[in-house]
């Protein structure tokens, strides 16, 4: 391989990696339109990888347009210490994704989520009473639990709803409390809970209170950001695999240039 085709590699690697980089935005911005802002917490840092990964790929470009050594090391440390970042927060998003899990209740198509069930990432996280009261303004903002009464007209519709973890978390009591519901918006509260969990007594019908302040609540919203952190590791699995092909390439190519010119 001469060193003229070395460097027509490099290029090429580089043109499709800012393609690549392009991609990791544009998943960035379907998390972001396809979310509330509420559930937000990893569309900036993917879009920020996205635009990271976009200039180590203009580095890499200019400096097999320009034949520039320099710039052709400054590529490939960055793409090296892009690849470490990718696996690092890959593996740690797998291990803090690998607990918790949602529950079966009879009669019920939907599951319901229990707080202790999650890593203690997560519990730290919204335990922390200010993380909390941001995620709760938000959530009461949003149409989560305001919009069930609209999408279920009867009992019996609301009954065979697949909730998602949010709304069975912060939009009613757990099950276990055995208010009866009259609506999907609307529980009888007159009974007295027949469970001592906390989150029974805390449940109101109110829009602004509903079950935010419970511990279920906070489960759901644990389970909606595992599901969301185990699909970007994921998506970080395939970018690892791809971007350490072009690394090896690179790496391959520039060792055949340099090789040349010390020859030549």
């Given amino acids: 391989?001469?060193?003229?085709?070395?460097?027509?590699?490099?290029?090429?690697?580089?043109?499709l990696t800012m393609l690549l980089a392009v991609l990791v935005?544009?998943?960035?911005?379907?998390?972001?339109?396809?979310?509330?802002?509420?559930?937000?917490?990893?569309?900036?840092p993917v879009m920020g990888l996205g635009g990271f990964i976009f200039v180590v790929?203009?580095?890499?470009?200019?400096?097999?347009?320009?034949?520039n050594s320099i710039l052709l090391w400054i590529y490939l440390i960055m793409l090296c210490i892009t690849l470490v970042a990718i696996l690092v927060f890959t593996v740690l998003a797998f291990i803090v994704t690998n607990n918790g899990s949602g529950h079966s209740v009879a009669g019920l198509r939907y599951k319901e989520y229990q707080l202790q069930d999650y890593s203690t990432w997560f519990l730290k996280q919204l335990n922390n009473t200010d993380n909390w009261m941001h995620l709760r303004s938000c959530l009461v903002k949003s149409e989560d639990c305001n919009n069930l009464s609209k999408r279920y007209k009867t009992l019996k519709q609301y009954k065979l709803a697949k909730l998602t973890p949010i709304e069975a978390g912060c939009c009613?009591?757990?099950?276990?409390?055995?208010?009866p519901a009259v609506n999907a918006s609307y529980y009888d509260l007159s009974f007295h809970p027949v469970d001592s969990n906390h989150d029974c007594k805390l449940y109101k019908n109110s829009k602004a209170v509903?079950?935010?302040?419970?511990?279920?609540?906070?489960?759901?919203?644990?389970?909606?950001?595992?599901?969301?952190?185990?699909?970007?590791?994921?998506?970080?699995?395939?970018?690892?695999?791809?971007?350490?092909i072009i690394y090896l390439v690179g790496c391959c190519a520039r060792r055949k240039a340099a090789t040349n010119r010390s020859k030549g």
């Fill in 25 to 44: 935005i544009i998943f960035g911005i379907w998390m972001g339109t396809n979310h509330d802002g509420c559930r937000k917490s990893l569309t900036l």
């Fill in 210 to 244: 509903k079950c935010y302040d419970c511990d279920s609540c906070k489960a759901g919203v644990a389970q909606y950001m595992k599901t969301e952190w185990r699909l970007v590791a994921i998506f970080n699995v395939v970018l690892f695999v791809v971007l350490l």
């Fill in 57 to 67: 790929s203009i580095v890499g470009f200019l400096g097999a347009l320009k034949n």
């Fill in 172 to 179: 009613r009591p757990p099950s276990e409390c055995g208010y």
């Fill in 1 to 15: 391989m001469g060193m003229g085709t070395s460097i027509f590699i490099i290029r090429w690697i580089n043109f």
